[in-house]
């Protein structure tokens, strides 16, 4: 229980003023507690059914989740690849959108309703390897900003700028590397058997940036609607993300 282990370091570290006897027992061991948040983000089940496993009561959970979700991030902070280092190494890479859903909520009614998805979401820009390796997780933006707009505005075409690196049609006029599309060529719209081989060997390839989302997406609190408070959902994917990180670099240690 690595993760765990961590959060208890950074618990011990802290001063603890009620420290000492008396005060109520707590009803969860840390072990229990994180366990409780781990299957939040995992499996997106409601905390009222949590409680009822646990025999305790949905706003225990609740405090419990908020109460280990930045010890989490804390935990993990090291884990994320550092993206510089992937670039000096040389590594190709591949990039790509993809969109969690929300709820149809105030802040989200305008800005979050992407016309191509039919249906309110934040987009987040992914840079994974040719083996389909995460290597950057961006922070989420509004779901009707389209990929070329979004791969500017979090600053992920700055950080590739100097670097090759694949993409689809989404990214027509940055500097990666892009399908060909129907009418490039002047005086055909067709394309000629050259293109087609292309299109089809850079298909292969960015497949793996669909590896890395699925990868990403098995936290079903991502996958799924997002059913909690709608201006913590960045804090949620940097969590998962970390998490997702610590579970390709642990090779499958399990948390």
Same mark, same amino acid.
């Given at each position: 229980?690595?993760?765990?282990?961590?959060?208890?370091?950074?618990?011990?570290?802290?001063?603890?003023?009620?420290?000492?006897?008396?005060?109520?027992?707590?009803?969860?061991?840390?072990?229990?507690?994180?366990?409780?948040?781990?299957?939040?983000?995992?499996?997106?089940?409601?905390?009222?059914?949590?409680?009822?496993?646990?025999?305790?009561?949905?706003?225990?959970?609740? +405090?419990?989740? +908020?109460?280990?979700?930045?010890?989490?991030?804390? &935990?993990?902070?090291?884990?994320?690849?550092?993206?510089?280092?992937?670039?000096? +190494?040389?590594?190709?890479?591949?990039?790509?959108?993809?969109?969690?859903?929300?709820?149809?909520?105030?802040?989200?009614?305008?800005?979050?309703?992407?016309?191509?998805?039919?249906?309110?979401?934040?987009?987040?820009?992914?840079?994974?390897?040719?083996?389909? +390796? &995460?290597?950057?997780?961006?922070?989420?933006?509004?779901?009707?900003?389209?990929?070329?707009?979004?791969?500017? %505005?979090?600053?992920?075409?700055?950080?590739?700028?100097?670097?090759?690196?694949?993409?689809?049609?989404?990214?027509?006029?940055?500097?990666?590397?892009?399908?060909?599309?129907?009418? %490039?060529?002047?005086?055909?719209?067709?394309?000629?058997?050259?293109?087609?081989?292309?299109?089809?060997?850079?298909?292969?390839?960015?497949?793996?940036?669909?590896?890395?989302? &699925?990868?990403?997406?098995?936290?079903?609190?991502?996958?799924?609607?997002?059913?909690?408070?709608?201006?913590?959902?960045? &804090?949620v994917i940097r969590s998962v993300s970390?998490?997702?990180?610590?579970?390709?670099?642990?090779?499958?240690?399990?948390?």
């Amino acid at each position: 229980m690595e993760l765990q282990n961590r959060i208890q370091q950074i618990l011990d570290s802290r001063p603890n003023p009620h420290k000492g006897p008396g005060g109520r027992p707590k009803v969860l061991n840390l072990h229990q507690q994180l366990r409780i948040v781990l299957h939040l983000l995992r499996h997106n089940v409601r905390q009222a059914f949590i409680a009822d496993q646990y025999d305790i009561s949905q706003p225990t959970v609740s +405090r419990i989740y +908020r109460k280990i979700m930045p010890l989490i991030s804390m &935990a993990l902070a090291l884990e994320a690849p550092d993206l510089k280092e992937a670039l000096a +190494r040389g590594e190709s890479l591949i990039v790509d959108g993809t969109d969690v859903r929300v709820r149809k909520h105030r802040p989200a009614i305008k800005t979050h309703y992407s016309g191509k998805k039919k249906w309110h979401c934040v987009n987040i820009q992914v840079v994974t390897t040719l083996a389909g +390796r &995460a290597l950057y997780i961006g922070e989420p933006v509004p779901g009707r900003m389209h990929d070329r707009v979004a791969f500017t %505005h979090t600053g992920v075409e700055q950080l590739l700028t100097e670097s090759p690196y694949l993409a689809d049609l989404g990214y027509q006029g940055t500097s990666g590397m892009i399908p060909y599309k129907k009418g %490039h060529r002047p005086g055909t719209g067709e394309l000629i058997e050259h293109d087609q081989l292309f299109n089809k060997e850079l298909s292969k390839h960015r497949a793996a940036v669909e590896r890395g989302n &699925a990868h990403l997406k098995n936290w079903k609190i991502l996958a799924e609607v997002y059913r909690g408070v709608f201006h913590e959902l960045p &804090a949620v994917i940097r969590s998962v993300s970390l998490l997702e990180f610590f579970r390709d670099n642990a090779s499958g240690t399990k948390y």
